[in-house]
């Protein structure tokens, strides 16, 4: 296998297998490589309180992130179904804080994939331009 996308879509795939998804059954692993070369992987992790469910992608992200990598190429995403796997909002702005070039590969069951960049699927990203500190209830 020396084709590398197909190699980050496998990986994703292989980290779907871990997922933790018992509420809503639906199973989503990511795989994320560095610009050198390296792989992350990550599946959805849910729980009982909904809101406090991570995906896929972030978990990758931020295995990554935490094992001290911040340049990216790309990331894989697959939920093993037929339609395509696009990341939520909110992984779209976490891979943003990491580069708007990163390529995002949207893989369905069959490893077909759609490719995005990051600026692509997330036009409007939010920027802190960290403002000076105003008085409470005055947005001057
Ligand atoms: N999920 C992901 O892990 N990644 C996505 O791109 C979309 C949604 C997870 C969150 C939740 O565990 C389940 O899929 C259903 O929303």
Do not use: W
């Amino acid at each position: 296998m020396n084709n590398p996308v197909e190699k980050l879509i496998k990986e994703a795939a292989a980290a779907r297998d871990m997922a933790y998804a018992p509420y809503s059954k639906f199973r989503v692993g990511a795989a994320i490589i560095t610009r050198d070369g390296r792989y992350y992987t990550g599946c959805n992790i849910e729980n009982a309180s909904y809101s406090l469910t991570c995906c896929a992608e972030r978990v990758a992200l931020f295995k990554a992130v935490s094992g001290g990598e911040r340049d990216f190429e790309a990331i894989a995403v697959t939920a093993g179904t037929e339609e395509y796997c696009t990341p939520c909002g909110a992984c779209r702005q976490a891979l943003a804080e990491f580069g708007s070039e990163i390529k995002v590969f949207m893989s369905n069951k069959h490893g077909d994939y759609l490719v995005r960049t990051v600026a692509e699927l997330l036009p409007a990203v939010f920027k802190l331009d960290t403002p000076d500190q105003a008085p409470a209830n005055q947005n001057t």
